[in-house]
């Protein structure tokens, strides 16, 4: 290993203990079995269309979250949108015509002191970051297509970090060099087991110190921390004022 790295090994072994303590396996009781109700909500729900990734970001310490459907994108909180649902080609006419529909994954950080959202999106081998004013690197290629990936500011050093999702498997964290998941998500023995494998996307913020990971599967997301569920919801009830973009795509 470089010299240059040897003093930030403390660092980043420190923050790795806190995402190994936050993805090992634990134990939950069972959730319930689904009410007759809750069935029905979900065959309504069929009618959305999944996204094709989400992330949150925490921008002056106002969360916000970006979604991505077909070739739109919408930015909103959980009291309604901030804007969009419009094109990608409107928003980022720079970006290559192959990230302008259908993106696997996506994952924001926060660049700077202006608070510029610093976007990593992935389609298939190749990702590619920019900013609103233009694209920083890529199309580059990556090792695998991922399912999800979710960029962060390190609370350590201030340096962004990803963290991601294929199948069954995911990373810890990484910052330079995309890696290829290799961590099995069903690890994670407390979340229902749908939650094991083939997410759409997913989201690792910092909250009072600690990691806070969401992951999102057709109309749910589960947020979980500490090894503990915070919040099991469906998305159609989370943010109603998505539904009519979710049923026309």
């Known amino acids: 290993m ?15 203990s806190l995402l190994v303590a936050a993805l090992a396996a634990g134990t939950m ?20 269309r999944d996204f094709d990734a989400v992330t949150t970001v925490n921008e002056r310490n106002v969360w916000k979250h970006l979604a991505l459907i077909g070739d739109k994108y919408a930015i909103y909180n959980d009291r309604g949108l901030i804007e969009g649902p419009r094109t990608i080609r409107e928003k980022w ?3 290559p015509e192959q990230f302008t529909h259908d993106v696997d994954s996506a994952g924001i950080a926060i660049s700077g002191p202006g ?26 290629f990556i090792p695998t297509p991922y399912d999800g990936i979710s960029d962060f500011n390190d609370p350590l050093d201030g340096r962004i970090r990803r963290y991601a999702v294929r199948g069954g498997l995911a990373t810890f964290l990484f910052d330079g060099a995309f890696e290829a998941p290799s961590v099995p998500l069903a690890n994670n023995t407390f979340l229902p087991e749908r939650f094991h494998s083939d ?9 009072n110190n600690r990691p ?38």
């Open 115 to 140: 608070f510029r959202w610093r976007h990593t999106w992935t389609k298939g081998n190749q990702a590619i970051t920019f900013e609103d004013s233009g694209i920083i690197t890529g199309p580059f």
């Open 93 to 95: 006419p720079f970006l």
């Open 199 to 207: 997410l759409d996307d997913v989201s690792l913020e910092w909250e």
């Open 212 to 249: 806070k990971i969401s992951y999102y599967k057709d109309n749910e997301r589960v947020i979980f921390s500490d090894r503990r569920i915070v919040e099991l919801v469906n998305l159609d009830a989370k943010w109603p004022f998505l539904n009519n973009w979710r049923a026309t795509g």
């Open 2 to 16: 470089r010299d240059k790295h040897v003093r930030s090994l403390p660092r980043r072994w420190r923050l790795a």
């Open 29 to 48: 009781a069972a959730p319930a079995p689904a009410s007759a109700s809750a069935s029905a909500a979900r065959s309504s729900a069929s009618a959305l």
